[in-house]
């Protein structure tokens, strides 16, 4: 009899706990893919509701200010630490109250003296509380989720990329589109600000080597809101280079040593990478 109780307990647990597991794992299925698609995370207390953080964001009701208790992720080029007050744009004014506490999956906004996001999604923290280590929604949690998705990340930057090297830059300077190719450049209100940069190639991973081991990589050093997330080079900076040819400055060719050569970009966060994930990259190269 009494087994026969436990037995039946056991299945009675289990019918019970299959929803919840479930649910754990549509909730962790979904802040992988809101994790992906942000660009800035970050865990914050709310502290006003219908105002802005900085003079030239348009303060709206959907507009909050909410406190940053811990950055997740972020652009290298963003500016964004732990006690700074950040605009967020969300969904669902109604959902928040001043004090509370939650993880934010944004994307950028405006730039300027402060940071502004436009809410992609967002989970509350248990008990209004940072997010609790190990916790679906705690920073441990992320980190391992980030990894996955930064792995799968980097398999399509690699893919999509025309060169994939390890190098140094030599140097910097302004770069201004040639009158002859003036005509092709296509004129925007969000000027780039273009800069070029001479890469010393120490090794190649992916592509053909180019003449004389140095390249030209062209970047825009402008913040305006089009360029903001993307990587700005300074001399001696070394690393690892995800390049395509230039089709964005306007000409696709520059001059190295006397050569015309073919020009190259690296326009998105996470085409440039520190020696330290050197392994991972010829990891990931061999799949």
């Known amino acids: 009899m009494n087994s026969s109780l436990s037995f039946l307990a056991g299945i009675?647990?289990?019918?019970?706990?299959?929803?919840?597991?479930?649910?754990f794992l549509e909730g962790q299925n979904n802040q992988a893919a809101l994790a992906k698609q942000s660009s800035i995370v970050f865990s914050g207390t709310v502290s006003q509701l219908g105002a802005v953080s900085f003079v030239g964001v348009p303060q709206s009701p959907q507009t909050i200010v909410v406190r940053?208790?811990?950055?997740?992720?972020?652009?290298?080029?963003?500016?964004l630490k732990k006690g700074d007050n950040v605009t967020v744009e969300v969904k669902d004014p109604s959902a928040f109250q001043p004090g509370?506490?939650?993880?934010?999956?944004?994307?950028?906004?405006?730039?300027?003296?402060g940071v502004a996001v436009k809410e992609m999604g967002h989970d509350f923290n248990p008990g209004g509380g940072v997010p609790a280590?190990?916790?679906?929604?705690?920073?441990?949690?992320?980190?391992?989720?980030?990894?996955?998705?930064?792995?799968?990340?980097?398999?399509?930057?690699?893919?999509?990329?025309d060169l994939v090297v390890i190098g140094r830059i030599t140097d910097v300077h302004r770069w201004t589109i040639p009158k002859s190719a003036a005509a092709r450049y296509h004129v925007s209100e969000h000027s780039a600000?273009?800069?070029?940069?001479?890469?010393?190639?120490?090794?190649?991973?992916?592509?053909?080597?180019?003449?004389?081991?140095?390249?030209?990589?062209?970047?825009?050093?402008s913040r305006d809101v089009a360029w903001v997330n993307s990587p700005k080079f300074q001399k001696q900076q070394q690393g690892i280079f995800f390049l395509?040819?230039?089709?964005?400055?306007g000409d696709?060719?520059?001059?190295?040593?006397?050569?015309?050569?073919?020009?190259?970009?690296?326009?998105?966060?996470?085409?440039?990478?520190?020696?330290s994930d050197e392994?991972?990259?010829?990891?990931?190269?061999?799949?």
């Open 244 to 249: 395509k040819k230039d089709q964005v400055s």
């Open 193 to 221: 600000d273009w800069h070029e940069a001479v890469l010393q190639i120490k090794s190649i991973l992916k592509g053909t080597k180019p003449k004389g081991n140095k390249m030209a990589v062209r970047f825009p050093l």
């Open 12 to 23: 009675l647990s289990t019918v019970l706990l299959v929803p919840s597991a479930a649910r």
């Open 252 to 275: 696709p060719t520059a001059s190295i040593g006397g050569y015309q050569v073919d020009a190259y970009t690296s326009l998105k966060p996470g085409d440039w990478l520190p020696l």
């Open 279 to 287: 392994a991972r990259v010829r990891s990931l190269l061999k799949n």
């Open 133 to 161: 280590e190990g916790s679906p929604t705690g920073q441990p949690a992320l980190g391992q989720m980030q990894k996955q998705i930064s792995d799968q990340d980097l398999q399509d930057r690699i893919a999509s990329s």
């Open 68 to 79: 940053v208790d811990s950055v997740l992720k972020k652009p290298a080029a963003v500016s």
């Open 100 to 113: 509370a506490q939650a993880t934010f999956y944004t994307e950028g906004w405006i730039f300027g003296s």
